[in-house]
Nanobody, 116 residues
Framework: QVQLVESGGGSVQPGGSLRLSCAAS???????MGWYRQAPGKQRELVAI???????DYVDYVKGRFTISKDNTKNTVYLQMNSLKPEDTAVYYC???????????WGQGTQVTVSS
């Protein structure tokens, strides 16, 4: 089982930046890692994914603003968020999915608030 711990959330003004981190308790080399978010009253939605081989994918409304990356040596995934907007306000969750075991794991979430 993989435990995920997110950090780096907080409050920031529109146009600001935050860097989220997700530290895994074990190796992430065989997991597809992703960041999701859930705003109040809304369903959890995908934000960005980094595949096992390193390729990345983003939902349209964060392209050009957010960057997902991973460091397999540190078992950590990052989400660099720039040009933040109020609509980016949400709880951000880290996800690890193993296509080999067909299991996935979630972190506890970290709050991001964008407000002037």
């Amino acid at each position: 089982q993989v435990q995920l711990v997110e950090s780096g959330g907080g409050s920031v003004q529109p146009g600001g930046s935050l860097r989220l981190s997700c530290a895994a308790s074990g190796s992430i080399r065989s997991y597809r890692m992703g960041w999701y978010r859930q705003a109040p009253g809304k369903q959890r939605e995908l934000v960005a994914i980094v595949y096992i081989g390193g390729a990345t994918d983003y939902v349209d409304y964060v392209k050009g603003r957010f960057t997902i990356s991973k460091d397999n040596t540190k078992n950590t995934v990052y989400l660099q968020m720039n040009s933040l907007k109020p609509e980016d306000t949400a709880v951000y969750y880290c996800n690890a999915y193993s296509p080999f075991l067909n299991v996935d794991y979630w972190g506890q979430g970290t709050q991001v608030t964008v407000s002037s």
